[in-house]
């Protein structure tokens, strides 16, 4: 079973950047497509962004041309760069671990805030 722990949320102001980091443990890393998620209060957990082991990404068209994923297989890590940050984009980010890309047996982290606000 692998194990998610993110980092990397806070504050930032409209138009800013950030970057999240989600480091894997407990499992072969290439074996899972991995995500990023996020939750606003009373909303349904949406897809942000994936990319699969081989490095094949897909996002959703509020992020397009604003957010970057990436992995870096040797460390276990995958990484959501934020840039262009809106006042929509505050809410929890959440890190998904999804063996051959099965979301029914995936691996949810704890989550992280991201805000924008001036």
């Known amino acids: 079973q692998v194990q998610l722990v993110e980092s990397g949320g806070g504050l930032v102001q409209p138009g800013g950047s950030l970057t999240l980091s989600c480091a894997a443990s407990g499992s072969i890393f290439s074996d899972y497509v991995m995500g990023w998620y996020r939750q606003a209060p009373g909303n349904q957990r949406v897809l942000v962004a994936a990319i699969t082991s081989g490095g094949s990404t897909s996002y959703a068209n509020f992020v397009k041309g604003r957010f970057t994923i990436s992995r870096d297989n040797a460390k276990n890590t995958v990484y959501l760069q934020m840039t262009n940050l809106k006042f929509d984009d505050t809410t929890v980010y959440y890190c998904?671990?999804?063996?051959?890309?099965?979301?029914?047996?995936?691996?949810w982290g704890q989550g992280t805030q991201v805000t924008v606000s001036s």
């Open positions: 998904n671990a999804a063996p051959q890309g099965d979301l029914r047996a995936s691996t």
